[in-house]
Every structure is written in structure tokens, then in C-alpha cells.
């Protein structure tokens, strides 16, 4: 072995403290996508508990949702400011809190609160669990594993979660699937303060209040505007209203960060094309798998009349398949950068979900599905993770938690966009659900192979 080899090799090793800061941040990532799916399947039994009307129940998602969403970039950059295990350990507390109260709740109300708090304890802990994670490992191979691993477990945290939900609710309570964070949380309390490192500028600059409101408003209003879509369509006037308004707010945000003495995102970083075109790349690639599972969700609960339990028991291959993608992410970004990386998970993504097409009626096709979401689940976390070394390279310590900020905003909105969209096609092309199914499934593999085409990074 060389010296330049043996320095390579020597590099790529992981210190003791740095497993350590792995596991906890990586259990945290993994317990807060959980809990973004983990309620799917007990929405029914907490309607019927609580007295949630039906048309309500999609509440105790969106609430979620537009909190996680609107919020993430301004937490992320407070952050950055004001100290990230500070800003981390405030988000795991009230994380622990909002659980506990959600699973305490006795009126709708009470629910809906806990979610909301539950969103923003998201946003607040997964921009400042990245930046600590981006800044505990130099940019290179051991950040790349690092990170290989964050999307691995994020993404079988999400199918994970349905799964879960589906075990505790028929064999305990719906209650427990917001129980069952609150131990989490106080031991990652216990345990951060000795293992993270505080993390913060010496000089604080003032914060940039126009920015934080207009880029907030837009965030929130766009991500109604998808939600609202989704149940009552694109021509819903409402809807339309909220889209523009966001669309306002967030043109307004550029001019005011471009005259900004302090700004929330300085225009310079949003220039960069690894930022740009990464968080582009992000968003196609979680706007396309999390509809995915909308879609074959309808498919074998509507079509093959599966029950809820084992349409989340199915989707174990491909929290299999995202596990093994992120596993191997890091040994092809090394061997063909970034970019390929990012073309070669959609291109694969692509392939496996257009032959999902061919999906039939009979039950002998689930081989079909299993065989399509495990390789596509390789290529999708294959770009995930290609996007996440993207959109965070080539910045400083001091700008992680805005680079960190900005790729969870783009995972939010891509998550909350997808499924309205490919409702929505769907539902224009359904003259029965498999018909349906089958159109947008087409449509989300043509536009994974359009993400083919993203060449700037």
C-alpha cells in the first residue's frame, strides 16, 4: 500500500466520537420519518375515536405538513446563527412534548395542535441533526457514507412507519403511535449534550425579518395550495389562490434577499449550481417515490383488495430496496461523482417504475410490484443521496445549516407536492382505479427519466 493510499484508506475511517454522533443523529432521522407516516393507517380508528368528520381527517396530515414545510428553511438558518445542538435539543424537547400530548388528546383540537407542534419540532430538528451531521464529517468519502446512511434509514423510516402504525393500532392503541416517541426523545436528550459539539458564529448578525416572513408565508401558502389541490383539484379556486400567493411571496423573497444587509439565504449561495440544481434534483426524486406509494397504496387496497396492514407489509421491499440503495450510494458517487450518481438512480428509478405499467387485475402481478419498488427503491435512494452530497458541497461550516435548511425545504415540498399531482392525473384518467393507476404511474416514470437530463451539477 502506498502512503497516498494508506493516508486514503486511514482518511475514510470513522473516529469512535463520530459513530457515536452517527447513531444519534442518524436514530433521530430515522424516528422523525417515522412519525411522518406512522398515523396513514390509524387515520380511520382516530377519526372514530376522536370524532373527526371525514373530510376532516386529512387535517391531521396537512397540519403536519405545512408546518415541516414552512418553517425548515428560517429554523435551519437560526441554526446556523444561534447554535445547532441548541436549536437540536430545543426541536427533540418539544418533539417529546407534542407527542406526548398528541397521544393524550381527547377532541380534534387537541390532535391538530400536537401536530403542529410536531411539524415544527421537525422542522427545527432536521435541518440542525443535517448541519451537525455535515459538519462533524469533512466533505469527501466519510461524509458521502454518512450521508448514504441518512437516506437509507430516513427512507425505510418512512415505510417503516406504516407499518408500525398498523402493529400498534390493532394491537395496542392509536395512542401509542405518538406515545412511542417520547422515550426516544428523552434519550437522545440525555445522551446529545455529551456527544455534539455546540456549533455556532462568534458574531451574530441581525436576523432578516422581511425575508423570514415572505419566504414562511410563501412556503405555507404553496404547500395549502398542493394540499388543497389534491382533494378538490387544480381548478379549485382556493387552491389557485394559495398557489399564486406563494409563488408572490416567494418572488418577493428573492428581491428582498437580494438587498438584504443580513440575508436569510444570500442570493450568492442560490446561485451556486451545486445548490440550485441538487435541490432541483431532490425535488423530483421525493415528489416521485412518496407519490409512488400513493399510487400502488390505491392499487392494492382498491384493485387487489388488500388490507391496510398488508399493503404496508408490501412496502417492506421497498424500504428494503431504499436501505440497500443508501448502503451503496457513497461506492457509486466515488466511482462516477456526483452527477452520475444522481442520472444513474433516476435512470434506474425510471426503468423499474414504467414496467410497474403492466400491473394487472389478478393478484399474480404483486411479483411484478415487489420486483419494480425494490430496484426502483435502489435507484431512488441512489439519488437522494447523490442530491443531499450535492446540494451541500462546496459550502462552509458556517453555511451547512442554510445549505442542510434549504435540502429538507426541498423534501418537504417535494413529499407534499407529489401526491396532489399524481392525484390528480389519476383522477383525469380514471375511467376505473387500475386504469387510472396505470396513466400516472407512466407519468411519474417519464418524469424520473427527465431528471435524467439535469446536467448542471
Known amino acids: 500500500m502506498t502512503v497516498l493510499a494508506e493516508r486514503t484508506h486511514t482518511s475514510a475511517r470513522m473516529t469512535a466520537r463520530q459513530k457515536l454522533i452517527l447513531v444519534l443523529l442518524l436514530g433521530s432521522q430515522f424516528m422523525l420519518a417515522v412519525d411522518f407516516s406512522i398515523l396513514n393507517v390509524a387515520l380511520p380508528v382516530i377519526g372514530s375515536g376522536l370524532g373527526f368528520a371525514l373530510a376532516d381527517l386529512q387535517w391531521v396530515a396537512t397540519t403536519f405538513a405545512l408546518a415541516a414545510a414552512g418553517f425548515t428553511l428560517l429554523f435551519g438558518r437560526i441554526a446556523d446563527l444561534f447554535g445547532r445542538r441548541r436549536l437540536f435539543l430545543a426541536g427533540m424537547a418539544l418533539l417529546g412534548l407534542s ?7 381527547t377532541s380534534p383540537g387537541m390532535l391538530l395542535a400536537a ?10 430538528v432536521t435541518p440542525a441533526g443535517l448541519s451537525l451531521l455535515t459538519t462533524s464529517f469533512r466533505e469527501g468519502p466519510l461524509r458521502e457514507r454518512a450521508l ?25 392503541s392509536w395512542r401509542w403511535a405518538f406515545f412511542i416517541n417520547v422515550p426516544v426523545a428523552l434519550a437522545v436528550l440525555l445522551a ?18 422581511p425575508g423570514a416572513i415572505t419566504v414562511t408565508g410563501g412556503l405555507l401558502a404553496l404547500v395549502y395550495g398542493l394540499t388543497r389541490a389534491g382533494e378538490h383539484g387544480f381548478a ?3 387552491g389557485l389562490g394559495s398557489l399564486a400567493a406563494g409563488l408572490v411571496l416567494l418572488v418577493v423573497f428573492w428581491f428582498v434577499e437580494r438587498r438584504a444587509a443580513y440575508p436569510l439565504v444570500p442570493v450568492s449561495i442560490l446561485a451556486r449550481p451545486t445548490v440550485t440544481w441538487g435541490n432541483l434534483a431532490g425535488l423530483l426524486a421525493f415528489a416521485t417515490e412518496t407519490s409512488l406509494v400513493f399510487l400502488l397504496t390505491l392499487y392494492l387496497q382498491k384493485v387487489l383488495g388488500y388490507s391496510a396492514l398488508a399493503t404496508g407489509l408490501a412496502f417492506g421491499v421497498l424500504g428494503i430496496g431504499t436501505v440497500i440503495g443508501g448502503v451503496i450510494a457513497p461506492r457509486v458517487l466515488s466511482r462516477v461523482g456526483n452527477r452520475g450518481a444522481l442520472l444513474a438512480g433516476f435512470a434506474v428509478q425510471g426503468v423499474a417504475t414504467a414496467s410497474l405499467g403492466l400491473l394487472g387485475a389478478s393478484q399474480g402481478w404483486i411479483w411484478l410490484l415487489l420486483v419494480a419498488t425494490f430496484i426502483g427503491g435502489i435507484g431512488n ?10 446540494a451541500t458541497s462546496g459550502l462552509p461550516d458556517s453555511e451547512q445549516g442554510l445549505a442542510t435548511g434549504l435540502a429538507t425545504m426541498t423534501q418537504q415540498v417535494g413529499i407534499t407536492m407529489g401526491i396532489p399531482v399524481m392525484s390528480a392525473v389519476a383522477t383525469a384518467a380514471m375511467g376505473t382505479v387500475l386504469q387510472g393507476v396505470t396513466v400516472a404511474v407512466l407519468v411519474h416514470a417519464a418524469l424520473a427519466l427527465a431528471a435524467t437530463l439535469i446536467r448542471r451539477v
Open 236 to 238: 379549485d379556486p382556493l
Open 99 to 105: 407527542s406526548l400530548a398528541g397521544g393524550l388528546a
Open 148 to 172: 448514504g446512511l441518512n437516506g437509507a434509514l430516513m427512507s425505510a423510516g418512512f415505510t417503516s412507519g406504516a407499518i408500525l402504525g398498523g402493529l400498534l393500532t390493532d394491537l395496542l
Open 192 to 209: 446529545a449534550p455529551a456527544v455534539l459539539a455546540e456549533s455556532r458564529q462568534e458574531e451574530r448578525p441581525k436576523m432578516d425579518l
Open 115 to 124: 401536530r403542529v407542534a410536531q411539524g415544527l419540532a421537525t422542522a427545527i
Open 381 to 390: 435512494m441512489v439519488a437522494i443521496v447523490g442530491f443531499m452530497v450535492t
